[in-house]
């Protein structure tokens, strides 16, 4: 039986169905040959090609997205830049400001104080031309009434001694004890 078991066998020669015979060897060796030739000859410059463009895309992406950023980065730093310059610019107008309005202060205090000075000459001038008018006025009345009293007292008319010298004379003692009072 064992030789009908060995006749059995596909490939003869007992060998086994795992060990091929060298015809089917060389069949699948030079079938292996032809498409191994076109994959390197045909299909792997091709995909070596797709891969290396592939490679290109991604490392042109990487690249533009360095150059972003560093574009972005420049951006930025101009913005901070220009934002800083604008904050001084605030800061000196706010400060141009601010010594223009004390300026301004300083000056129309000094245009009231002038003013307030103006006012107070103009009053006392005033009230200086109004007393010498009052006195002028109060002594006319005071010799009429004095000579009026006078003249009741004694029972006669004393006109003339209204224009005397003795109406001057107490009127200046008058002034000189004013002026004396007031040192």
């Known amino acids: 039986m064992p030789c009908a078991a060995q006749s059995l066998l596909p490939y003869g020669l007992g060998m086994g169905i795992l060990i091929p015979g060298p015809a089917p060897t060389v069949v699948g060796v030079v079938s292996f040959a032809v498409v191994f030739v076109c994959m390197a000859k045909v299909l792997l410059p091709r995909i070596n090609k797709v891969l290396g463009e592939r490679k290109d895309a991604i490392e042109g992406q990487t690249?533009?997205?360095?150059?972003?950023?560093?574009?972005?980065d420049e951006v930025l730093a101009k913005y901070r830049e220009e934002l800083a310059e604008a904050r001084h610019e605030a800061a000196r107008l706010r400060q141009r400001a601010l010594e223009e309005g004390a300026?301004?202060?300083?000056?129309?205090?000094?245009?009231?104080?002038?003013?307030?000075?103006?006012?107070i000459v103009e009053a006392q001038a005033r009230l200086a031309a109004d007393r010498v008018i009052a006195e002028t006025e109060l002594r006319?009345?005071?010799?009429?009434?004095?000579?009026?009293?006078?003249?009741?007292?004694?029972?006669?008319?004393?006109?003339?001694?209204?224009?005397?010298?003795i109406v001057d004379r107490f009127f200046s003692d008058l002034d000189a004890r004013s002026v004396a009072g007031l040192q």
């Open 140 to 165: 006319g009345d005071i010799v009429s009434l004095a000579t009026e009293l006078a003249g009741r007292v004694v029972g006669e008319a004393l006109e003339s001694v209204a224009n005397s010298e």
């Open 103 to 119: 300026q301004l202060i300083a000056e129309i205090r000094a245009a009231g104080l002038r003013e307030r000075e103006a006012m």
């Open 63 to 72: 690249e533009r997205a360095e150059q972003l950023a560093a574009e972005a």
